[in-house]
C-alpha cells in the first residue's frame, strides 16, 4: 500500500495556493492586458485576489508581469524605460535583502 506521507497544515495551504496560480495567473494577464499600468485596488476589484495572491503571482509570472509603484502592467505592453526600472527596483531590493542577511549573520557569529 503506497500512502503519502501526510502534509502539515503549512504545507496543505502552500500546496493549496500554489495549485490555483496557472489559473489565476491566465484571469490577471488577462485582466491586465490593454489597460496599462494597474493599482493593487483596482486588480482587487476586479479579480477578488488579495494583494499577497498579486504579489505572489507577479512573482509566479516568469516575467510577464511587472510591478511598481504605479502597480502592476504587462511586461509586453511596458516601455523601455518602465521594463528597466522595474528590474533596476528588484535589483536594488536584492542588494538590500543581501546586506540583510549578511548582517543578522555577524551578529550570530559575534
Known sequence: MNQEPQLSLF???KKRETSAIPDQLESLIR???GK????????EAQTSFSDRTLRALANSSA???ISG????????EATVDE????ANWLKHQAEEM???????ERVRHS
Open 11 to 13: 504545507d496543505q495551504i
Open 31 to 33: 485582466t491586465l492586458t
Open 36 to 43: 496599462g499600468w494597474m493599482t493593487r485596488r483596482q486588480l
Open 63 to 65: 516575467g510577464q508581469i
Open 69 to 76: 509603484q504605479q502597480g502592476y502592467r504587462l511586461t509586453r
Open 83 to 86: 521594463i528597466k526600472h522595474a
Open 98 to 104: 543581501t546586506r540583510r542577511a549578511i548582517q543578522i
